[in-house]
């Protein structure tokens, strides 16, 4: 079981992360890489009044009412509340008909709220962000290579590109393909309505996170304001659909046992087991 002290803000910079030296901040960005990590693992009972606050938040920024929470133990317990809710098909249909006299259904909204919030971080980013595109080596535009990372600072990696691959690309493989895919597949329904994962939204948030307490980013107090809802979800709660009137979200799991990916160098883990709190093992 992995639990960190909580943080009153996720996006706070804190004075021994301001360091020049790319050694230094790496050092520091794997520290807070941790905590996140430990986040994205956590089985502690979720923060509800937390998750809520939150989540009425982020539906205020997209012009919504506060919508009535339920709280389900697992992912599998929410599947029969939220049917009828779109699905990743159903939102693509959505941007290729954009003249349908139809409302966009709430979870559009939502995407495209964390989509622009994710470009406006990225536009504050004192370095290339590899978030928005490629960077690239030579006039040929190759792509740097992978290297553990104190090697890769060595011999000129951009600092920039070890981040992105330390942090955002390492959560992602831990908490999207280690965790939350297999946990997906094991509802074997076919498509799932459209859901965000909380604990397991930590590798973009906790990237973003990184590039502001190193002071490699300057975010709009905005922006902040709404980069803190998302991280304030992360730390709270497992995952949720969004409704128009209703938002169903789950519990943190009971257990979790991951075991290290091989061959990698930024704690890359993947889960061996996960229960749930009504007894649910999807893995």
């Known amino acids: 079981m992995i639990a960190l002290a909580r943080r009153e803000d996720a996006a706070v910079p804190a004075a021994e992360f301001r360091s020049g030296n790319p050694r230094d901040q790496w050092r520091d960005a794997v520290k807070i890489r941790q905590e996140w990590l430990g986040h994205g693992l956590s089985t502690e009972p979720a923060d509800r009044l937390t998750a809520e606050r939150s989540l009425n938040a982020i539906y205020a920024k997209i012009s919504r009412p506060r919508p009535k929470v339920v709280w389900v133990d697992s992912p599998e317990a929410a599947i029969p509340l939220v049917t009828g809710l779109p699905t990743l098909d159903d939102l693509y249909r959505g941007i290729r008909r954009p003249a349908s006299r139809d ?26 962000d590899p978030e928005l595109s490629l960077v690239r080596k030579g006039k040929r535009g190759e792509r740097w290579p992978k290297l553990p990372p104190l090697d890769a600072i060595r011999v000129g990696i951009p600092f920039g590109v070890v981040l992105h691959q330390g942090i955002r690309v390492a959560l992602h493989q831990s908490l999207a393909t280690g ?43 905005d922006d902040l304001d709404h980069l803190a809802h998302w991280a304030a979800l992360a730390r709270s709660c497992g995952w949720w659909w969004p409704g128009e009137d209703v938002c169903v979200v789950v519990e943190r799991p009971e257990a979790v046992s991951v075991e290290p990916v091989p061959g990698t160098w930024h704690d890359e883990v993947q889960v061996r087991s996960v229960r749930y709190r009504d007894g649910w093992r999807p893995v």
């Open 179 to 221: 965790f939350r895919v297999p946990v997906r597949d094991a509802l074997g329904r076919g498509p799932v309505p459209v859901c965000w994962y909380g604990q397991q939204d930590a590798p973009w948030i906790a990237y973003y996170d990184v590039l502001h307490r190193l002071g490699l980013a300057r975010y709009r107090p």
């Open 103 to 128: 409302a966009p259904p709430l979870a559009s909204d939502v995407a495209m709220a964390g989509a622009k919030l994710r470009g406006a971080l990225s536009s504050t980013v004192i370095h290339a």
